[in-house]
């Protein structure tokens, strides 16, 4: 059972995606929020496996939300369901710790993929919100510094495959797929995982 947080200041919103959610008999809604102060009264008390929270929002938006959480140490994995509007906001919500984003017109197996790779810690990216956004990749590197198998590796991740998923895909020992993680982080300049494939998208790599 994956229970779930929902956080959106619109009802209608909110009701579409529990309508959602529920289809699969082994997600649980938690609770709903209709900001981020009210999310973290409830989380105070509460686990749950996974957050789903919009970024704009009144008294406390999405942004200040993840940060929050992040500096209580909270590893809660977080998606973020966004709009094209809320490009440079959700480059912020990334930063502070998010673990992936849809978009809210989002179809159910989408959504669905997102919920299940998102709650078992895996990273999970919309590439045509960030396609165009020129301020996500603090240090620049060179597209032809990944190999053809690197890049692959790369698409892998930002697909929300967990480096054994990968292996298996790819045909090759998950010590080998380790290895090719650590290279790419090396490459790119990247802290982690995430930054890596946001870094690859941001320029096209992927």
Excluded: W
Excluded at 80 to 101: H, K, P, S, Y
Excluded at 120 to 131: K, T
């Amino acid at each position: 059972m994956i229970n779930i947080g929902i956080v959106d200041d619109q009802m209608i919103v909110r009701a579409g995606l529990v309508n959602l959610i529920t289809i699969n008999d082994n997600h649980h809604i938690s609770f709903e929020a209709n900001n981020g102060k009210e999310a973290l009264e409830y989380l105070k008390n509460h686990s749950i496996d996974l957050l789903i929270t919009d970024l704009k929002m009144p008294e406390m938006n999405g942004i200040e939300l993840i940060k929050r959480l992040r500096l209580s140490d909270s590893k809660l994995p977080i998606l973020v369901l966004t709009t094209f509007d809320d490009n440079e906001l959700f480059v912020q919500a990334i930063r502070e710790g998010a673990n992936g984003f849809l978009l809210k017109d989002v179809e159910y197996d989408k959504l669905e993929h997102a919920i299940t790779a998102i709650a078992s810690g895996e990273y999970l990216f919309e590439p045509q919100v960030l396609a165009n956004n020129h301020s996500i990749s603090d240090l620049p590197f060179s597209m032809e510094s990944l190999t053809d198998t690197e890049k692959q590796v790369l698409r892998y991740a930002a697909a929300g495959f967990s480096n054994k998923e990968i292996a298996t895909s790819m045909y090759l020992a998950n010590g080998t797929i380790k290895n090719y993680i650590s290279k790419i982080l090396e490459k790119t300049q990247s802290r982690d995982r995430t930054q890596a494939v946001v870094k690859a998208i941001q320029l096209k790599i992927i």
